[in-house]
């Protein structure tokens, strides 16, 4: 290579380096600069308002996109917005951050001192209100529980012992998915050994010892279906404390 050519050699690659080092400045300057936020969009969220999930968030417009801690943004959605059980962050560059939330629905309320206590069906506490008006015709049913020590929006309920706990969300499981689960307007899982149940508003069924209830709700559906066909207008008790057997007895007519 003769001196001429070495130093048009020389020449271009200052000349690329050059180019590559300014490129990178201006990617530097365009990430630094124009990656900052504008705009924060809310998904999922049915009962949560996105004006309070947007004010946990604490999303300061002009930030830098990658400056937020997802972490710490789910953790404070969480603790202010109880119906909330999941939250997912992403980032829609060059501006929008996205937040896309799980709501649990709530199945369950039940008296709590003087408030009523909504309750997901892992029992955790979405809201305490005054009174339990309108809340079974929203389909929210009533359930008796063992004794509860604490009740913290947005946490599970806290029970005498876990076993309690544990006992409870068991039951529950078996009722909501037993075949007449649609039906069951109120639970009664208060003491273990005194199980108690309501279809439909008009049939109290009295299970007895919680065990062996997935048999026993089984066996409780062709009564149920049986007094349906056969005694459509009358109101009763079901008798389904063994896994063999079931009696009915008419307390009454049916609204």
Same mark, same amino acid.
């Given at each position: 290579?003769?001196?001429?050519?070495?130093?048009?050699?020389?020449?271009?690659?200052?000349?690329?380096?050059? /180019?590559?080092?300014?490129?990178?400045?201006?990617?530097?300057?365009?990430?630094?600069?124009?990656?900052?936020?504008?705009?924060? !969009?809310?998904?999922?969220? &049915?009962?949560? =308002?996105?004006?309070?999930?947007?004010?946990?968030? @604490?999303?300061?417009?002009?930030?830098?996109?990658? *400056?937020?801690?997802? @972490? &710490?943004? *789910?953790?404070?959605?969480?603790?202010?917005?109880?119906?909330?059980?999941?939250?997912?962050?992403?980032?829609?560059?060059?501006?929008?951050?996205?937040?896309?939330?799980?709501?649990?629905?709530?199945?369950?309320?039940?008296?709590?001192? *003087?408030?009523?206590?909504?309750?997901?069906?892992?029992?955790?506490?979405?809201?305490?209100?005054? =009174?339990?008006?309108?809340?079974?015709?929203?389909?929210?049913?009533?359930?008796?529980?063992?004794?509860?020590?604490?009740?913290?929006?947005?946490?599970?309920?806290?029970?005498?012992?876990?076993?309690?706990?544990?006992?409870?969300?068991?039951?529950?499981?078996?009722?909501?998915? /037993?075949?007449?689960?649609?039906?069951?307007?109120?639970?009664?899982?208060?003491?273990?050994?005194?199980?108690?149940?309501?279809?439909?508003?008009?049939?109290?069924?009295?299970?007895? =010892?919680?065990?062996?209830?997935?048999?026993?709700?089984?066996? /409780?559906?062709?009564?149920?279906?049986?007094?349906?066909? @056969?005694?459509?207008?009358?109101?009763? !008790?079901?008798? &389904?404390?063994?896994?063999?057997? !079931?009696?009915?007895?008419? !307390?009454?007519?049916?609204?």
């Amino acid at each position: 290579m003769s001196k001429k050519e070495l130093e048009s050699f020389r020449l271009k690659a200052f000349i690329i380096k050059i /180019c590559f080092f300014a490129l990178m400045l201006a990617l530097i300057i365009i990430f630094v600069f124009s990656v900052r936020i504008k705009s924060v !969009t809310v998904e999922g969220n &049915a009962v949560s =308002s996105e004006e309070n999930i947007i004010a946990a968030a @604490n999303l300061r417009r002009g930030a830098h996109m990658y *400056s937020i801690d997802k @972490n &710490a943004l *789910s953790k404070s959605i969480l603790e202010k917005n109880p119906y909330v059980s999941s939250v997912t962050v992403r980032r829609r560059l060059p501006s929008t951050i996205i937040i896309t939330v799980t709501e649990d629905k709530p199945s369950f309320f039940m008296a709590f001192g *003087s408030d009523f206590l909504i309750l997901s069906d892992r029992l955790r506490v979405l809201d305490v209100v005054q =009174s339990p008006q309108g809340l079974s015709s929203s389909g929210i049913i009533p359930i008796s529980l063992p004794t509860v020590t604490e009740a913290v929006p947005g946490k599970t309920l806290v029970f005498e012992s876990a076993r309690d706990y544990r006992l409870s969300a068991e039951l529950i499981g078996q009722f909501a998915s /037993c075949d007449f689960a649609d039906g069951i307007t109120m639970i009664d899982i208060s003491n273990r050994f005194a199980v108690k149940a309501v279809y439909k508003s008009k049939y109290t069924i009295v299970f007895g =010892s919680y065990t062996d209830l997935e048999k026993k709700l089984k066996f /409780c559906k062709k009564t149920i279906g049986y007094v349906e066909k @056969n005694m459509p207008g009358v109101a009763g !008790t079901i008798y &389904a404390t063994g896994t063999a057997e !079931t009696s009915f007895l008419v !307390t009454g007519t049916a609204d």
